[in-house]
């Protein structure tokens, strides 16, 4: 069974403390792994797409990477407005339109 | 500006009763999406549709319905046999039913049964 597991489910850092975020997940052949932020009461909003082992891809001071079993989102130097929850989703060529999420992790960064 | 616009933002229910959120995209995607949220759990789909007048049961179909009379529109009615309706309700589009694509959110609805 395709399976997503995000991990913490929350962390509370200091403002400029950097860490990193898991997804492990469990598919039959990787058709995509996605990030999303949410902000409390709103729809989530892209981040970053990743199709294959060792991609990885940067936004200001997030940057996801991806191997054959995990994707990471690495936060450098934290600020209090990227306190959101992230998600983590994946698709796979088995069943493509099936998004499959995991249920979060909600970062907190204090000033 | 593009995007999907859900309606209404907040919604009270009484029981027995059947209640409808909207959801319109002017995006041009083909494929629509919908999603229940609840605390601590991730997004579960409840139905999808690929195409008009096509559609498909997601995860959690049972007590809802759907129609896609309109590529733009893709309303979702929670019904009367829906046992725990109170949850954040997200729509989403995306270019095509693939999996490749990126999902495109609405702001999403919160429904309260009374």
């Known amino acids: 069974e395709d399976q997503v597991t995000q991990s913490p489910e929350a962390l509370r850092l200091q403002e400029g403390e950097s860490s990193s975020l898991n997804c492990s997940y469990t598919?039959?052949?990787?058709?995509?792994l996605f990030w999303y932020r949410q902000d409390p009461g709103k729809g989530p909003e892209f981040l970053f797409t990743?199709?294959?082992a060792g991609e990885e891809k940067e936004k200001e001071r997030l940057k996801a990477t991806l191997t054959k079993k995990e994707s990471f989102l690495h936060i450098t130097a934290p600020k209090p407005e990227d306190s959101a929850t992230y998600l983590c989703?994946?698709?796979?060529?088995?069943?493509?339109?099936?998004?499959?999420f995991g249920s979060g992790t909600r970062l907190s960064i204090r000033p | 500006d593009g995007g999907i616009t859900q309606s209404p933002k907040y919604l009270f229910r009484k029981e027995g009763q059947n209640v409808t959120l909207s959801c319109e995209q002017n995006?041009?995607?083909?494929?629509m999406y919908w999603y229940r949220q609840d605390p601590g759990q991730g997004l579960r789909l409840i139905y999808y549709?690929?195409?008009?007048?096509?559609?498909q049961k997601g995860d959690i179909a049972e007590g809802y319905s759907v129609s896609r009379e309109k590529k733009e529109s893709f309303p979702l009615t929670v019904t009367s046999a829906q046992k725990n309706p109170t949850a954040f309700y997200l729509c989403?589009?995306?270019?095509?039913?693939?999996?490749?694509?990126?999902?495109?959110f609405g702001a999403g609805s919160r429904l309260t049964v009374l």
């Open positions: 989403a589009s995306s270019i095509d039913g693939s999996g490749a694509n990126v999902l495109t």
């Open positions: 598919v039959s052949g990787l058709r995509g």
């Open positions: 990743l199709y294959s």
């Open positions: 989703a994946v698709t796979s060529y088995s069943s493509a339109s099936k998004i499959i």
């Open positions: 995006l041009n995607h083909d494929a």
């Open positions: 549709s690929q195409i008009v007048n096509d559609f």
